[in-house]
């Protein structure tokens, strides 16, 4: 239980296009959705927050208009990666908790990520 | 605000020796605490977490961490490393309602033949 998947797994794209990812919790309602970006050979930096229904709550230094987030359902959260750029080029990782369906309510469960390159 | 710290950001060891990862956190209230693995290119797995229960906590691997509430930290152990525990390890707290968690800057372990 508590499968959280993305899709797609590796994305090639053009500098100026835009790119979406999607995270879907498979097996639970995801409450909260965060999303990650990870540089390589860092840590998990936190991009944002999201509720089901309600905008995301994005962390300081992340750019709102760039990175859109839609947590529209409780089993499915985007991200599109507006105007892509090189620098946009990451590993992208979402992850979701869930509450009061048997679930450890202050546990993440990550998706497998998702590899972005911007030529 | 919580706050995590790894001490080391590369670990060597050789095959067969004890694995010791250290993580310290600081919380201004009672944290749950996570390990999780991560291989190149992968997502994370959760090797243990700790959440106000027993204070030596067991994982997967044989791996397992201990929370000291006093010298606030929560170490991770393995008795004997296998070449497969070649991984970043993430050290993460979180509060108590699902919303905040932060990770520590991770730890390479590298374990040598």
């Known amino acids: 239980g508590a499968v959280v998947s993305q899709h797609p797994s590796r994305v090639i794209c053009k500098s100026g296009t835009s790119v979406k990812i999607e995270c879907r919790s498979l097996?639970?309602?995801?409450?909260?959705m965060f999303w990650y970006r990870q540089f390589p050979k860092q840590s998990l930096m936190l991009m944002a927050t999201?509720?089901?229904?309600?905008?995301?709550?994005?962390e300081q230094g992340v750019e709102k208009d760039k990175f859109l987030i839609n947590h529209a359902s409780l089993t499915l959260s985007t991200l599109t990666v507006t105007s892509a750029h090189p620098e946009d080029s990451s590993f992208y990782i979402c992850s979701a908790t869930g509450k009061g369906q048997g679930l450890p309510y202050n546990e993440q469960f990550f998706g497998p990520g998702t590899r972005l390159t911007v030529l | 605000a919580q706050s995590v710290t790894q001490l080391d950001s590369h670990v060597s060891v050789s095959e067969g020796t004890p694995v010791l990862l250290r993580c310290n956190y600081s919380s201004s209230y009672s944290p749950s605490l996570f390990w999780y693995v991560q291989h190149p290119n992968k997502g994370l797995q959760l090797l243990l977490k700790y959440t106000s229960a027993a204070t030596l906590v067991k994982g997967i691997n044989g791996f397992e961490a201990e929370f000291k509430k006093s010298e606030t930290s929560f170490h991770l152990t393995k008795p004997s490393a296998h070449m497969s525990d070649a991984a970043e390890y993430f050290c993460?707290?979180?509060?108590?309602?699902?919303?905040?968690?932060?990770f520590g800057p991770g730890t390479r372990l590298s374990v040598l033949p």
């Open positions: 999201s509720n089901e229904g309600s905008k995301a709550t994005y």
């Open positions: 097996d639970f309602q995801a409450t909260t």
């Open positions: 993460v707290v979180s509060d108590n309602y699902g919303q905040n968690f932060v």
